[in-house]
């Protein structure tokens, strides 16, 4: 009756609101760039990093009043995220504290992070085992929005643990707009997982280390030109991470080595032969990414561009 009154379609309705829900879903993906750019240059103007993010349907202005708005703008940052429950942003309690973590798949930890390719902005997703350290996905994409980043990086780690119940796993994250987005909510309840959140970014430290172990050790020392060039120089960095580099948490041992040592023979999962350090090909990995940036293209030409 209340539509008919209004002289307005539920169906419209449900369409404004997924419009509005996606404009704030993708504010709160840029807000968190921000933040990591911010803390690795202090003092470059908003300005400057409009023109490196270059956001997708939101202009110059309009970015530079949304920073300044949360405090952006200045050294001085805060996470957007954690101030706007009000918007109806879902948050899960922090079911690690107090956890003691004995095997692996028991807790996966992520985090998204940036990386700059000629003065552009590429964005990449890791997933690891809080156990082993070990990196079970990965995921590089030229957009922030949850389809191009924690979905693929999750259906990987799905496909890496090919075999394993992992129903009951706590998925732990920052309260980034990707992990309570409703297609990571649906994923995730799929695959009967938990979620956790945590409210300060040392609560998910073994996450956003990795953040700089492949950064800093391996794709700074890279000649890195273009987008599908970071794809392989990823997929080779995570290869080299995951076999080969000791690790002083796990008795210098990759994280590879470690699981194979104190967890594949008393637990009940059973890699197939060399299943602990197989890889997509590059090639397969940079098909596999712009299927995903062409249908997430389509997609958001239904929706309603930020001007």
């Known amino acids: 009756m209340l539509y008919k009154a209004l002289n307005i379609s539920k169906q419209a309705v449900h369409q404004h609101k997924s ?7 993708e504010l709160c993906y840029v807000a968190m760039i921000v933040e990591q750019v911010r803390a690795d240059h202090p003092t470059m103007g908003v300005r400057d990093i409009y023109y490196m993010m270059r956001p997708e349907g939101i202009g110059r202005d309009r970015f530079e009043r949304y920073c300044q708005e949360l ?5 001085r ?23 003691a973590i004995t095997k692996v798949n028991t807790v996966w930890q992520s985090d998204i992070t940036y990386f700059e390719v000629n003065g552009k902005f590429y964005y990449i997703t890791f997933i690891i085992d809080a156990f082993s350290r070990m990196i079970v996905g990965h995921s590089v994409s030229e957009r922030l929005f949850t389809e191009d980043t924690v979905i693929p990086a999750l259906e990987m780690a799905v496909r890496f643990r090919e075999g394993v119940n992992l129903a009951g796993l706590i998925f732990h994250s920052d309260g980034g707009g990707q992990y ?31 953040n700089g172990v492949i950064k ?6 890279r000649n890195i030109n273009s987008y599908e060039e970071l794809v392989m120089e990823v997929d080779r960095s995570v290869a080299l991470y995951n076999n080969e580099k000791p690790h002083i948490k796990l008795h210098r041992m990759s994280p590879a080595r470690y699981e194979k040592k104190f967890t594949f023979a008393e637990s009940d999962f059973t890699a197939p032969e060399g299943r602990e ?21 389509t997609n958001k030409r239904q929706t309603v561009n930020l001007i």
């Open 19 to 25: 419009v509005i829900d996606r404009k704030m879903e």
């Open 77 to 99: 940052t805060v996470n957007p995220c954690r101030t706007t429950d009000s918007s109806g942003v879902i948050r899960f309690p922090n079911l690690l504290e107090g956890l």
């Open 180 to 210: 309570y987005s409703k297609k990571f909510l649906e994923l995730t309840e799929t695959l009967h997982f938990r979620n956790s959140m945590c409210l300060y970014s040392w609560e998910n430290g073994k996450a956003e280390r990795i």
């Open 71 to 75: 405090g952006l703008s200045s050294v």
């Open 216 to 221: 800093n050790n391996y794709l700074e020392h």
């Open 277 to 297: 350090i197989r890889l997509c090909s590059q090639k397969s990995r940079i098909e596999m990414q712009k299927k995903i940036n062409k249908k997430a293209i």
